[in-house]
């Protein structure tokens, strides 16, 4: 009970903070990804594997079946046959199991298809990234920081899309130039963040001076090892030390914050940390010993993960994370709960919304690449069918011949006999032989392999004749089989075919050999007119021809030294043992050779091991695929502008709804300071204000301005009849009254107790005695409740030109006294000529 007590307040305290967890939605989204693309390798690998046993999973599609493995949390086989395979059976795909080290394999492979869309990914997390640091800069009280720290992820996602047009168009040493020399700068800007905030907690550090010798340095490396070195040394000097600064610097304020606000420093501290191993340690292969050891090969041969996919991914980590530190940020300063709420809400949707971008813009690039492949594919069946066709064409006359030749009679004969009687009628089908299939040279062999006839001046007598008895060919045909063989000249650099057939006698056993031998100085010509790699390699890999010269005799992969010392014997010529690729390929397989991807078709020579190689470049793969991006890239603005504007929107209406607010509060509290609670009327403040502006308006138009003041005749009598609250119903009645029987542009106000005055403005004396009168006929008509008729005293004056409002309301107060002493219910107009003393006339 306790535990789950404790459980349902942790639940509610995290309601009740909303704290935006951007790392674990960050993992989950990862791991989706992966999934997917773990799901898609396990679908590509299939073409190469199709010949193996295999193991068969449960009827689902590659990705879903990919997806239960994944969550399960190990790899589960029903094994058949062997557990090296396993076989998604309703699409015919088989992939090889070996363990680990082969999944791995397969993994690296297939991500290093998507490098194109890990470098677009990686870029736009740092680009957003940016945006968010130049727009807290915009509201923060210290700009350079965030200024500083917005440079940095601008300018290093611009460089990552850098490399990206770098991989769809190619690379140049002046491109490679300038994109080092891009992202050594955008490092700079991250190892100033660090720098100036360091200085701020009190670090003593050097000035900016310091980057000088530093960026010296590491053009002198690129100078003296090559531009790898400069980029490794931009790297571990700036790289490395601002991502971990960074991260220090955001452990620091995270002292300084609380609640969810410090958890997100934290998530950013440690996004930064395992940035700078990422991109700080883990380098391009260089000359230098770090980089020799602990870099991009490395990385991807140890996870098969390309450095670069967990390098977008902190991108994203990081980038999320500041992000929600700025949402916290506005949360505080707007304090709206409805702002709050749909804050979170609209992060939750970013990050859905991104990762289905994401995921939809990678299908939709997969699938326009996969056009493309589709036709790498077939356009290099076509040239490996030409090639093959082409390579039969040489060979198939020569070993339809050699039949013939040792059908021959005379061959036979000759050999039955043991003699040397019709030699020279078996030299003439030899040599005609040799002339009909265009080859080199031909011979016929006896038992022992000793030269009868030949073609040429070989020698032919038993005494001087060479012996070929431990030649394959021969041993093959003496057998009773055919023989079919290629071998390499070193002398002339060129490649031999030899055909060879048994000569049998009468009782069909082997008697001799009849042998034949091209030239394929024809083939190897055709062969160099191709403009993609192509090769004609021998059973363990070594080229014996090809349209490269540079790599004839090399090794396509790696063999052991004494395989390597045997070759060298039997070639009679040095082998270049640089192996082109890590593995024997098999047809049908995408590798990675001379660092671009390239698609491989391998074809078996008819009755040999030998076989045809062509590679296919796969640039405009890249290409195709970058449409997929730019309309990733478009979705992805187009969605971020609209709930970016929405944010903003929603902003701008909370804190218009708290000025409309506030202005509303303001109003009511100025409203309730100049009236009335009682009658609702204005009160003195009122009053004053608006006298104050009338007696200018009239000092400075000279229009005229009255005033008049009255009071209910004998009110305490009244009060005291009837008590207060017949006098208050009374006050309010003759309030509503007034107010019915004036001018809309009249100030009526109470004055205090059962005294009232007006305002009136563009009105002379007579013209307020006038008003006066009429109100005082009228109230002396009006019955008041319980009071029944009441009368009222009225003081009226007009305003003198430059004199003060004291004066004024004296005047008036003063011909309101005269009214009450002369009786009451009547009318006095005070008249004052300019410069004159007060004189008070009645006019009753």
Not at 254 to 270: N, Q
Not at 496 to 518: D, F, H, L
Not at 779 to 805: H, L, N, P, W
Request: proline residues 3%.
């Amino acid at each position: 009970m306790q535990i789950a007590k404790r459980h349902r307040a942790q639940l509610t305290s995290r309601r009740q903070t909303g704290g935006l967890m951007p790392c674990s939605i960050t993992f989950t989204v990862m791991t989706v990804l992966l999934t997917l693309v773990f799901g898609e390798l396990i679908w590509h690998d299939h073409a190469s594997c199709r010949h193996r046993p295999s193991v068969t999973m449960s009827r689902f599609s590659p990705l879903c079946a990919m997806t239960l493995l994944t969550a399960s949390g190990r790899w589960r086989f029903w094994n058949h046959d062997r557990s090296d395979v396993v076989r998604l059976p309703e699409f015919g795909a088989v992939v090889p199991f070996a363990g680990t080290h082969r999944m791995r394999s397969i993994m690296a492979a297939f991500l290093s298809t998507q490098l194109d869309f890990i470098f677009f990914f990686y870029g736009l997390a740092f680009i957003l990234l940016g945006a968010t640091c130049f727009a807290i800069a915009g509201g923060a009280k210290q700009r350079e920081p965030w200024t500083v720290l917005g440079l940095f992820a601008s300018v290093h996602g611009a460089s990552e899309w850098l490399d990206l047009t770098a991989l769809v168009i190619g690379d140049t040493p002046v491109f490679e130039v300038a994109r080092i020399a891009i992202m050594t700068g955008s490092f700079v800007f991250l190892t100033e963040f660090f720098r100036h905030e360091a200085i701020q907690f009190g670090l003593k550090l050097p000035g900016r001076w310091i980057y000088i010798p530093i960026l010296l340095g590491i053009a002198a490396g690129g100078f003296a090892s090559g531009l790898p070195t400069a980029g490794a040394l931009a790297r571990y000097s700036f790289g490395f030390v601002g991502a971990m600064g960074t991260s220090w610097v955001f452990v620091r304020h995270a002292g300084t914050f609380s609640g969810t606000t410090k958890r997100l420093a934290i998530f950013t501290a440690i996004g930064f940390a395992l940035y700078a191993v990422a991109a700080g340690l883990i380098v391009p292969a260089a000359s230098l010993w770090p980089a020799r050891v602990f870099n991009h090969t490395w990385f991807i041969q140890t996870t098969g993960v390309p450095i670069q996919l967990v390098r977008g991914l902190l991108a994203c980590w990081v980038s999320f994370s500041i992000w929600a530190i700025w949402g916290q940020k506005l949360i505080a300063e707007v304090s709206s709960p409805n702002y709050t709420l749909y804050l979170r809400k609209q992060f939750m949707i970013t990050l859905v919304s991104m990762a289905i971008i994401l995921v939809s813009g990678w299908v939709l690039t997969e699938f326009l690449g996969g056009i493309y492949k589709r036709n790498v594919q077939e356009e290099a069946r076509v040239d490996i069918d030409l090639l093959a066709s082409r390579l039969a064409s040489e060979t198939a006359t020569v070993e339809a011949i050699t039949k013939m030749l040792a059908g021959s009679p005379a061959v036979v004969s000759l050999l039955a006999s043991g003699s040397l009687q019709g030699k020279e009628r078996v030299k003439s089908v030899v040599d005609l032989s040799v002339e009909a299939s265009g080859a080199e040279f031909g011979m016929i062999l006896d038992g022992s392999g000793t030269i009868v006839a030949s073609s040429g001046s070989v020698p032919t007598a038993r005494s001087s004749a060479p012996t070929y008895s431990s030649a394959a060919y021969f041993q093959a045909s003496i057998a009773g089989d055919a023989g079919y063989h290629f071998t390499f000249d070193a002398a002339g650099r060129v490649c031999n075919y030899y055909a060879s057939y048994p000569v049998r006698g009468e009782r069909g056993t082997p008697i001799g050999v009849a042998v034949i031998k091209k030239n394929l100085g024809a083939f190897e010509a055709d062969l160099k007119l191709l403009d993609r790699p192509s090769f004609f390699i021998d059973p363990d890999g070594i080229v014996m021809a090809t349209n490269h010269p540079n790599m004839l005799l090399r090794t396509l992969w790696p063999l052991s030294a004494g395989r390597l010392a045997e070759l060298t014997r039997q070639i009679g010529a040095a082998i270049d043992d640089r192996p082109l690729l890590e593995r024997e390929i098999e047809d049908s397989t995408w590798t990675v050779f001379g660092g671009e991807r390239e698609y491989v078709r391998r074809r078996y020579a008819n009755h040999s091991q030998w076989s045809l190689v062509i590679l296919k470049p796969t640039r405009e793969l890249f290409a195709n695929r970058v449409f997929g991006i730019v309309v990733t890239l478009l979705i992805t603005i187009i969605v971020l502008i609209y709930l970016f504007s929405r944010e903003r929107w929603i902003r701008d209406e909370v804190q218009l709804d708290r000025r409309l607010k506030l202005q509303q509060l303001a109003n009511d509290l100025r409203f309730q300071a100049t009236t009335d609670t009682l009658t609702g009327l204005s009160n003195r403040l009122k009053f004053n204000e608006a006298l104050a502006y009338e007696t200018s308006m009239s000092n400075r138009y000279k229009m005229p301005l009255s005033l008049v003041m009255f009071d209910i005749d004998r009110f305490k009598a009244i009060n005291d009849t009837y008590g207060h609250q017949i006098g208050d119903k009374i006050l309010i009645q003759m309030s509503r009254f007034i107010l019915s029987n004036i001018r809309s542009v009249d100030l009526l106000a109470r004055w205090g107790g059962e005294e009232f005055i007006i305002l009136m403005p563009g009105s002379d004396g007579h013209m307020a005695y006038q008003a006066a009168e009429k109100l005082r006929d009228a109230i002396d008509r009006e019955a008041f409740d319980e009071a029944g008729t009441v009368t009222c005293s009225f003081g009226v004056t007009q305003y003198v030109i430059g004199e003060s409002a004291d004066a004024f309301i004296t005047r008036a107060d003063n011909a309101l006294y005269r009214a009450k002493v002369d009786g009451r219910n009547q009318v006095v107009l005070a008249l004052q000529a300019v410069g004159a003393t007060s004189e008070i006339a009645s006019v009753a």
